[in-house]
């Protein structure tokens, strides 16, 4: 009667026997057996819930036969992890193919050896099956990674949602993915998934809003003028020392998805992963941002545009990660661009400065972070001095300028290109001054003050020259 009258025995048991649900989704398994050892009512309505036993692993013979009983009819999550080979004797080969029907979540992690076994004993249907991930883990030769074939699950994978597929070779596509909403694909063999194989597990999936793919980007096109729209797509990372521009060239990305693309090859060629035309990117038809964070480790180039990012990062060639950047910016149509933010660039020249520049008539905002070269971005606003002797970027109205902690800053130029531009009918709105070596020089400042409308500086950390090299001490300055 005491025990009947507990608070947590008031709770009706249609709620109470919701609860392990909502505690911890993925390892509710773990706690599920010591409920039923709380008391004989709580046993029986536990056991009786057959969706807490769907969940386990397959580790213990016995323990697998008492989730299959228990769970009764009810669609079972199965994830096996074993570090050394499966014996002949293991429970997963024992008990699963007579439940392979009921299968909902399957993932496996086993060595390599293992993977062609599991094949054998998993090769009926599984109609409820929605998501499937097959990790070898071992970074084998990509050649010697095991192979699934279509003889799992009978080839027919049409209830599944989710993919996952990493260090196991495939041959694409499976027939009938319709239903199939992320994948994730790789590393594989060189060469191995050709360009008309992806291309047409794209098509056989219209429901994709999700793609992964490590080291698994065809490098060979047979298929030239073919497009295939991914409609539903909302995220593509594309990861690997290949290019993946011959890809991008064949594939519609929609407005509202996010591109990145990852290269991890000093030998890599930078250009080759990025975009070698935006007109499929749908989602950037009308871009209107480009941030670059150029370090000497993994530049990295971002388009952002009303609906959608694209994002490059790759390991930086050694000699210098800014000129591929500048040399596919000058390339692409930046028309539109209305922000363009740059960190740790070195541009070779100022005449690459002024190609990426000059079609920029939309910029508001330009953003140099930590930069060398800043004479050269100087020069290229300035009408007199770049090479087509124009207003560069008209629209311009914000430029910040944040120097490296030990660069000296040419204000003098500075001035002189506000100067030019104001007498062109392009007068700046705001100049923002950081880092560098020294003090700002207050004469400078208030000059500059003449030429716009608004000058930030970060007070006693700013550098200025006065044009013959010299660090000008003075007074903080500060907005």
């Not at 070898?136 to 003889?151: F, H, I, M, R």
């Not at 690997?240 to 591109?259: F, R, Y």
């Not at 009308?286 to 370090?295: M, V």
């Amino acid at each position: 009667m005491k025990n009947r009258l507990a608070p947590i025995n008031q709770i009706p048991s249609e709620v109470l026997v919701l609860i392990p649900d909502y505690w911890d989704k993925w390892h509710k398994h773990l706690g599920v057996i010591p409920l039923t050892h709380v008391c004989q009512a709580w046993r029986e309505m536990f056991i009786s819930c057959s969706s807490l036993w769907t969940h386990f692993d397959c580790v213990d013979m016995d323990k697998t036969r008492v989730y299959l009983e228990r769970s009764k009819s009810s669609p079972i999550i199965l994830q096996i992890e074993r570090e050394s080979l499966l014996s002949p004797h293991d429970p997963l080969f024992q008990v699963i193919p007579n439940a392979a029907s009921r299968l909902k979540s399957l993932s496996v992690q086993v060595p390599p050896e293992s993977v062609g076994d599991i094949i054998t004993h998993l090769s009926h249907p599984a109609p409820l099956l929605e998501d499937l991930s097959i990790d070898c883990g071992y970074e084998l030769d990509p050649w010697d990674n095991p192979v699934l074939t279509t003889s799992l699950f009978n080839g027919n994978l049409s209830s599944l949602h989710n993919l996952r597929l990493r260090y196991v070779r495939t041959t694409l596509p499976w027939r009938n993915m319709v239903n199939l909403t992320s994948f994730a694909l790789g590393p594989t063999p060189p060469g191995e998934v050709s360009m008309g194989q992806l291309l047409d597990f794209f098509e056989n999936a219209p429901r994709l809003d999700s793609v992964e793919l490590h080291s698994a980007t065809p490098t060979t096109d047979t298929r030239r003028g073919r497009l295939v729209s991914l409609e539903r797509l909302k995220w593509m990372n594309i990861r690997g020392d290949d290019p993946c521009s011959l890809l991008l060239d064949h594939l519609l990305i929609p407005a509202g998805a996010w591109l990145a693309i990852w290269s991890d090859s000093l030998g890599s060629r930078l250009e080759g992963h990025f975009p070698r035309s935006l007109d499929n990117l749908r989602n950037l038809t009308n871009f209107t941002k480009i941030d670059l964070y150029l370090n000497d480790l993994s530049p990295e180039i971002r388009f952002t545009g009303p609906n959608g990012r694209v994002s490059v990062t790759c390991t930086a060639p050694q000699d210098n990660p800014t000129s591929p950047v500048f040399e596919y910016l000058a390339q692409v149509n930046a028309s539109g661009i209305e922000r363009l933010e740059i960190d740790y660039g070195r541009p070779p020249s100022g005449d690459l400065v002024h190609r990426v520049l000059l079609p920029m008539n939309s910029l508001r905002t330009l953003k140099l972070s930590r930069c060398k070269g800043l004479r050269f971005f100087v020069h290229a606003l300035h009408p007199n001095t770049n090479p087509s002797r124009v207003v560069v970027c008209p629209n311009l109205e914000e430029l910040v300028l944040r120097a490296r902690s030990r660069e000296v800053f040419d204000i003098g130029g500075l001035i002189d290109m506000a100067a030019a531009r104001e007498s062109e009918g392009a007068k700046l709105r705001t100049v923002g001054i950081i880092g560098g070596l020294g003090k700002l020089d207050p004469g400078g400042v208030l000059e500059l003050k003449k030429h716009a409308l608004h000058v930030e500086c970060d007070p006693g950390i700013g550098a200025v020259n006065d044009g013959s090299g010299r660090v000008i001490e003075g007074s903080d300055v500060s907005e």
